[in-house]
């Protein structure tokens, strides 16, 4: 029997301090999300009591900040997905460092993008009619079925991939922790100690599963682009919707990413594991993104400003009109630093590059907010006597409290989950082997 | 001396600041636009409509909110009819049933209608004055042959007698979804009488009843006066069944090949789900 867990110990000491005690700083950072989080639900117990008069939503504009979160936290964790299932599956040489934060992002993601829908609707009691009354044609089922399959797979495909630092740290006696979590180590590792027939096992199920989990991705994503291209509502029925929305999720996916690496490169002193190398090569797939990115949404607003069709007319004029510097920002800045930065070597920093890769975020949030707002602001047909304010959309401090509130959880659940797993893999794997297996 | 000059400075700015305030207080009342015009339906009741505008830099906009007076007038006597408060399209409207008042009218057969508001802090005040003739009209329904004709009647109430409603247009409606549809336009001879020939390609109810509107419009004599009746003459409407593929979001199953594609996905996920976890049973099970 060959134990993969000694030869980790090695690594593990190196990362003890991460998961064992947190040291002050670290329960100060904890406390503040934790009131963040309370600010967020103290706004949701605000709009469950008063109702959804408190958010900038109305009878036309129906969407809002809410549905933003949503689908772009659900864009990150499927691009989370997509990255760490495609450095999996190809055993890239440098993936080891970057994998696991990418999967967390996943899970994390997963967990808070739906919960923004729960927001959006008003009567949370007729949630159960989704299943018992759901129609297959239904865009919204779709969505609900996928969202579900997304989650189970992305968990099964994160427990698989940390399944061996798991039995590690079961069996790393020098590790200064509590009696429960050691308990919780020991049912978690379900008894893998590395042998042959567990490891293949093992490589079987993580392999089929990291295929399934970009398969899903692209799916599921691609379902929730369907909502809006399968409406016909001016700037939504589009038909390259689908790829477009996968593109912008593994784009805004890169740029979390990179932003978590570079914070847990400072908190963790990750300089060894996470060097220049790694920035630059996810750097380089944003900007691989950045141009994809860029083509398809000239090719969408080309499109629709050539054909000149009324209704699109006024949906350009109101972007390139109230939300102009919004548009900006979103379609040349976010489009073209990344271009800039990652593109001439002499900016491939790795501080310029997380820079980039915070623009890149707010601009595709912003992207996703273009998306939404402007068409809901754009009815097909006039609207008589309707208030200014039904029309006109504008998130209110309810609305931005549970964003901030879903952010802060974004952040303290990375904060656990890096305290209960190395967010360095330290188990190792004989993997030259494997991918001769493979290929 | 500092001081004092520091002193002075702010006297002067708080002047400055209350005076400016005082003008933003003082700023002029807004010009208002008052069209007024009157109608007489069937039931021969009246209505009285004053219809007040206004304009800023943005445009022209209707004034809300506005208490209007109706009034009747007759060279020195003046009765005062009512209020009524525009409404968010600008209009207020004061309704007079039949019989309620005698109209005082002049020689000619005039009645002299007064409408006006008396200003207010945002608005100047507006008056509008409108004489028109009463009117009353008819109409009746005859078939001859395979004709279908509509008669009309009018005829103008003076002071004391009374005399037909010669020389003049009468316009034919039937009501559709958003406006009325003009069927036919009617002259009215010497008599005060006329016809038209109804079309009977309108379409109407599932039993081909219609309503024809006849009305005088926008008259500078008699203002606007319409009257209605019900006929079974039109096209009796029937639903056409779409052809082709009905949208298969509004049918209770879905179509047959997105089950088939949904099932094919499904399956073949959760199998490797499934997979994936029957593997994560064998390591449990083949632990020491």
Redesign the interface.
Known sequence: ?ESVNTASFEKLREFRSQVERPKTISIVWIIFLTLLILWGIYALIIQITQGHIVTGMRDNVVWGIFIVNFIFFMGISYAGALISGTLHLFRTSWRKPVIRMAELITIIALFIGPLYILLCIGRLDRLPYLVLFG????PITWDV?AIS?DI??CI?FL??SV?RDIAALRDFSELKIPRWRKKLYRILA????G?P??QK??N??TD??A??VI??AI?VYSVLAWIFSVTLQPGWHSTIFGPYFVIAAVFSGTGVLIIVMWVFRKIYHLEKYLTKKHFVNIGVLMLILAAFFGYFTFSEYLTKWYGSQKDDENLIHLLMDKYFLMFILSNYLGVLMPLIVVGIPKFRTINMITITAVVVVIALWLNRYLIVVPTLESPYLPIQ?ARLDWISYSGTWVEWALTIGGVAAFCLFFTIGARFIPIIPVSEEKERKRKEQIL | MKKSITYTILIFLIISFSHAGMLAQDSEPADIYMEFSTWKYNDLSRSLLAKITSDNDEGEYFVEGLSVQFRLTNGEEMLILGNAVSN?DGIAEFNIADGTIKYPKDEEGYIYFTASFDGSDAYWEAEEELMIKDVELSITFEEEGDDKLVYFEGVIFGPEEEWPLADDDLYFYIPRMFSDMKIADGWFEEDGTGYIDFPTTVIGDSAGNVLVIARLEDHYDYGNVEVSDMISWATPKRLIKAEGPVR??W?PI??MW??IT?II??AG??G??I???V??I???R???
């Open positions: 029997m129609r297959i044609q239904s079925i399959t189970f797979g099964i427990y698989l399944l379900l008894g893998y100690t042998t027939d567990q096992k093992l079987n199920a089929i599963m295929v399934m398969a899903i799916i006597d | 968010t298969e979001l049918t879905a179509p997105m089950i949904l996905m499904l996920v959760w490797h789900y997979y994936a976890i593997q994560l064998g390591i449990r083949s632990k020491n």
